[in-house]
Structure formats: structure tokens, C-alpha cells
């Protein structure tokens, strides 16, 4: 299955659903990425849009010190 997920999207759903700036940023930044609790909140909500992601594609994100995608 082709991960469909991306910090672009990650951010954009984090957002949404109230994670902060910051937190976002430190997703980016620590070796074990989206926290738990929130990886269920982002694949829930990408469920209800219908699109098709599991726990597992959050591994594939790389780390990015970067800025967050606005």
C-alpha cells in the first residue's frame, strides 16, 4: 500500500483538530514522531474523509528540524 501520509497532511489535520504550532514542530523533531494519542486522533479523522492510512505509515515520516507546512 502507497503511504498517502505527509506532514503536509499531518499538520493540516493536526490543526484542525487544536494540536499547537509547537507541538506540531516537535513531532517533526523526536525520534518516535506523532505521539500516540495522537496518531489515533489523525487516523480517526482521516477515516472520516475516507482516506485509507494506517498506524504504521506515521514510521515512514521523516524527521524535518524544518519549519511546520502552514
Known amino acids: 500500500m502507497e503511504n498517502k ?3 503536509k497532511l ?3 489535520i493536526a490543526a484542525q483538530l487544536g494540536a ?6 516537535k513531532w517533526r523533531q523526536r525520534d518516535t514522531g506523532v ?3 495522537w496518531r489515533i486522533k489523525i ?3 482521516l477515516a472520516r474523509r475516507k482516506v ?3 498506524f504504521s505509515d506515521f514510521d515512514t515520516l521523516p524527521k524535518t528540524p ?3 507546512a502552514a
Request: glycine share 4%; aromatic share 4%.
Open 66 to 68: 524544518g519549519r511546520i
Open 20 to 25: 499547537s504550532d509547537p507541538q506540531r514542530m
Open 5 to 7: 501520509l505527509s506532514w
Open 35 to 37: 505521539s500516540l494519542p
Open 52 to 54: 485509507d492510512v494506517s
Open 10 to 12: 499531518v499538520d493540516e
Open 43 to 45: 487516523v480517526e479523522a
